[in-house]
């Protein structure tokens, strides 16, 4: 199976996508081609003070540089995003570019949402605090968003992630209360010299988070033979891309971007992700970190429960697993040997605040997550069975 790096230009569900190095160069012209005139950069600080990732993209905007917004944080918070809309309309602008990981491109598809729904900050909370919200209302035409990706979060042609409108703490129901308005960006600028200029700590902190998303596609609930045949072809990249990304390998980084793009076709995220998100609602922690420190052990409890998934593996792999005494035991050696291969946490003990007395508790919030629906059909676990996973984990 080649692993090409080539560049290319594919359209998916209405996404342009741009794939090539020097491709955020090209900005200016993608948004000329679609008559917009005047572009907020949305970012983080660091981003945007990054001169050797900012300079080619804001030289590739030219004139159509209205303004920048560099105040998202990974809290992704509402506050942010209404404080981005004011400056949006403080520049006048007609196209949002997002600059970053996961959580700058998220700001920017919900800014655009949030704006074209027209309620304030405090009417949306004041909703949610009620348990009258429902939701985003597109009554008017949103602003297009077009993104870099900077990190392997995996966030580029996603609809946008959610935004916490109230914390757990805040919320009349105990639960985190979020908005997530589907907007999703017009063009993908997918440039690995951009992903390149992002500290290797970082990608190796957004690794995880985007390989488990190649990883859960194909036990996923709604997985389907387009979404099984993409995610094999980019864990094949994203298999050999990670285990070099902390060496001089030349392509190493054009493959994880690659391979990035591919396990994010119809991705079907799943039992993984309901345990990263049991953790950030305890503790300080990075996505990324939680999924490393999770994925053998919750896919190992997948693959012992469910039949049938260990041939998609043994493609995405690239092994013949015919003759092997266990073939779970080697899929999850290969996935580990790619965690290890990342300066990444490996134990749950490392993770930043974690306690094992919090168990039972974060059992509770994996089985209440959203993502759990998404689980295979035949999966059904119980609280003992996440205790015990988590417990392995520790």
């Known amino acids: 199976m080649s692993l090409t790096t080539d560049p290319f230009e594919f359209t998916y569900r209405g996404i342009d996508i741009l794939f090539g190095r020097g491709r955020a160069g090209e900005i ?12 907020l950069i949305v ?15 804001e030289a590739g905007l030219g004139d159509r540089l209205a303004g920048t917004f560099d105040e998202t944080t990974p809290a992704k918070r509402i506050e942010t995003a209404y404080d981005g809309i004011e400056r949006m309309r403080e520049v006048d602008a007609d196209v949002l570019v997002g600059v970053g990981g996961g959580s700058s491109l998220d700001i920017a598809r919900q800014m655009s949402a949030l704006a074209a729904d027209g309620r304030s ?3 949306i909370k004041s909703a949610a605090n009620e348990g009258t919200f429902s939701g985003i209302d597109f009554s008017e035409p949103v602003v297009p968003v077009v993104v870099v990706p900077t990190t392997f979060a995996g966030a580029d042609v996603s609809t946008g992630g959610s935004l916490v409108v109230l914390a757990a703490d805040e919320s009349p129901t105990g639960q985190p209360i979020t908005v997530s308005g ?34 859960e596609t194909l036990y996923a609930r709604e997985s389907n033979p387009f979404s099984d045949a993409t995610a094999i072809h980019g864990l094949r990249y994203l298999f050999d891309a990670f285990s070099n990304l902390s060496t001089d390998h030349p392509d190493a980084i054009d493959r994880a971007v690659l391979g990035m793009l591919l396990v994010q076709y119809e991705r079907k995220a799943s039992i993984i992700h309901a345990f990263g998100h049991a953790f950030a609602r305890r503790y300080p922690v990075q996505q990324g970190h ?5 994925a053998p052990h919750v896919l190992r409890y997948v693959l012992e429960t469910v039949d049938g998934f260990e041939s998609k593996f043994a493609a995405a792999i690239g092994a013949d697993l015919a003759d092997v005494s ?33 168990i039972p508790a974060l ?7 959203w993502m759990m629906p998404q689980a295979p059909t035949e999966l059904d676990p119980t609280q003992a069975e996440i205790e015990a996973i988590l417990e392995e984990a520790w």
């Open 182 to 215: 589907s907007v999703p960006p017009i063009a993908n600028v997918a440039d690995p010299a951009a992903v390149e200029t992002t500290p290797l700590s970082a990608l190796e902190g957004s690794a995880m988070n985007g390989f488990d998303k190649g990883i």
């Open 363 to 369: 059992a509770e919030f994996v089985l209440d997550d």
């Open 28 to 39: 200016g012209d993608v948004l000329a081609q679609r008559d917009l005139d005047r572009a």
């Open 326 to 358: 266990s073939p779970i035991d080697e899929i999850v050696a290969h996935v580990a040997a790619v965690r290890d291969s990342l300066d990444v946490p490996q134990q749950a003990s490392e993770l930043p605040g974690a306690d094992p007395d919090d």
């Open 290 to 294: 939680v999924h490393a420190v999770m």
């Open 121 to 123: 900050q405090a009417e």
């Open 43 to 57: 970012c983080g600080s660091n981003v945007g003070a990054n001169e050797e990732l900012m300079g080619p993209i």
